[in-house]
């Protein structure tokens, strides 16, 4: 099973820009949909976005689409999100997340995680 790391989470200021980075070993990263779910403290994780294994396909929650974009470079087995113009509601942990497809991704169907990594958005 592939291991996930991210990377990149910080403390920024509303309406900057933060990049996560998720690095993953022991498997062909390129076999599999990843994408990105985040967790609020007291609220349940959600979808952010998800990218197909060529990343031709993505997709978004409504509430991050035209913000957040994201990539991946499968010759570094990385897959990226890239957030700008963030708000204080997206404040929670970050966590990278592997799925047969971006379909079954949006259904909480999912393979591997990462350990997440913290955003805090200051007003």
């Known amino acids: 099973q592939v291991q996930l790391v991210e990377a990149g989470g910080g403390l920024v200021q509303t309406g900057g820009s933060l990049r996560l980075s998720c690095a993953a070993s022991?498997?062909?990263?390129?076999?599999?949909?990843m994408g990105w779910f985040r967790q609020a403290p007291g609220k349940e994780r959600e979808f952010v976005a998800g990218?197909?294994?060529?990343?031709?396909?993505?997709d978004y929650a409504s509430f991050v689409k035209g913000r957040f974009t994201i990539s991946r470079d499968n010759a570094k087995n990385t897959v990226y999100l890239q957030m700008n113009s963030l708000k204080p509601e997206d404040t929670a942990v970050y966590y990278c997340?592997?799925?047969?497809?971006?379909?079954?991704?949006?259904?909480?169907?999912?393979?591997?995680w990462g350990q997440g990594t913290q955003v805090t958005v200051s007003s």
């Open positions: 022991g498997g062909t990263a390129s076999s599999y949909t």
């Open positions: 997340a592997t799925a047969a497809s971006i379909a079954a991704m949006t259904r909480g169907s999912t393979g591997s």
């Open positions: 990218i197909s294994t060529t990343g031709s396909s993505t």
